[in-house]
C-alpha cells in the first residue's frame, strides 16, 4: 500500500489498533467515524471522494447497495487482514416472525430466502431489517418458540472490487472458504517464500525444526483431565461443574509451579462465558479471548495456557454440507488455536511454554509441528 500510491485501497482489520498503525505509516489514509449520520454514512463521503480507508471488519459487514456501487465505481482493491465472518446464525421467535409475515413486512420465497418488503419500516427489527437488505437470509429450522435463520454477506461486494488479497493462514478452515465454495467464487493461493509472493503449490516444504525447540509443550498428569476426544469442549466445561473446578486447580499449579510465571508473561484462554469459572490469582488478568487474531498486542508473552476443545456448531455444519461443502473440523480447531498461540512471542521466534490439557488439540498442535505441508 505504501509503494503503490496510485492504486486505491480499503484495508479491513479486525482490529481498531491495527486501523492506527496503518493510519500512522500512510498518513493518507482515511478512518470512517462518527460524524452525526453513523460510521456508515461517513464510509459513503471517503468512497464519494476517492480516499484510501481503513476501517473493521464489523463495518464493512454492514455495507449496502450503496456502498457496493460507491467502492465499484471507485475501482478500489481490497485488503482483508484475516478472513471475516459472512456467514452467521441468529434466531427471532416464531411469534415475532408470524407477526412480520402476516403484516406483510418479511416474505418467504420458494428458496426460503427473507425478503424485507417494508423499505419504511423503524423499530425493534432495525437490525433483522439490515441483514435482509446487506445479505441473504435463509431459513434453516423451527422449534416450538423459535425460527432460525442464517444471514450469508452479500457476494456483490467482493464482485465490487478491482482486486482482493486476504491475509490469512490455512484459509481452508475458514467459514469465508466455505462461503466462497458454496457460492463458487474463484480464488488463487500464494504464499510467501525469500520475500516473494509465490503460487502456493509451488512453494517448499515448511522447515519447522525452529518451532520444535521454541514451543515446550507440557506433558504430566495436569493434562489427564482432557484425555476423552470431547473434553474442554464448549458443552463439556457447561456441565463438568466439578471438573471446571479441577480445571481451574491445573491452570494454577501450571502458572505457578511447572513454569514459575509472573502475571505479565501470562496468556490464557476459554471460552467467554466459561473465563469466570476458571479465572484464578495471579492470571485472571491475562485472559485472551479462544478466536482472537490479527493483535500484536500481546508479542511479550511466553507462558500460555489453552483450555478449550473447538468444535463448529452442528447448525454450521449441516447449512454448508446442504450446499455442498464439507468441514474439516480438525483443521478448523487447527487454525483456531494456531492463530491464538500466534499472538504470543512465538511470533518473534523467541520460546514459549504452553500447558494444552485437551488431548485432541494438544495432539493436532504436534502433528503440525511434524507436518512439512501445511
Known sequence: MKNNRNTKYIYITPFLSE???????????????????????????????????????????????????LINAGEYTLILDESMDVVDMFDITNKDYDLLIKNKV???????????????????FDYFKRLCKNGTVIEIKQTKKIQFLAWNFSTNAFNAFKDIYILTYLFESSMMQHYF???????????IQDYNMIPFDTKKPYDKTKYKKLINIYEGNLNNIGDRKTALSLNWLRKK??????????????????VNAVSDTIIWTTFKNIQKHLKGKGYTKGFLACNARATNEYKHTYNLAYC????????????????????DEELYALSEMLQWIWRSRIREGK???????????RNLLIRWLNNKNI
Open 351 to 361: 520460546p514459549i511454554n504452553i500447558y494444552i490439557p485437551s488431548r485432541r488439540q
Open 106 to 124: 418479511i416474505q418467504i420465497n420458494s428458496d426460503k430466502i427473507v425478503n424485507w418488503l417494508d423499505d419504511e419500516y423503524e423499530g425493534q
Open 241 to 258: 461443574s466439578k471438573l471446571r473446578d479441577k480445571l481451574k486447580n491445573n491452570i494454577y499449579n501450571y502458572f505457578q509451579h511447572q
Open 19 to 69: 486501523i492506527q498503525r496503518v493510519l500512522e505509516e500512510i498518513p493518507d489514509f482515511k478512518e470512517p467515524r462518527h460524524l452525526g449520520e453513523g460510521k456508515l454514512e461517513n464510509l459513503h463521503d471517503l468512497l464519494v471522494n476517492d480516499y484510501n480507508i481503513a476501517t473493521t471488519h464489523a463495518l464493512f459487514k454492514t455495507c449496502t447497495e450503496e456502498t457496493i456501487d
Open 181 to 191: 465454495k458454496m457460492n463458487k467464487i474463484q480464488y488463487d493461493k500464494y504464499t
Open 308 to 327: 478449550c476443545n473447538r468444535f463448529i456448531s452442528p447448525d454450521y455444519i449441516k447449512y454448508f454440507e446442504l450446499r455442498g461443502v464439507i468441514i
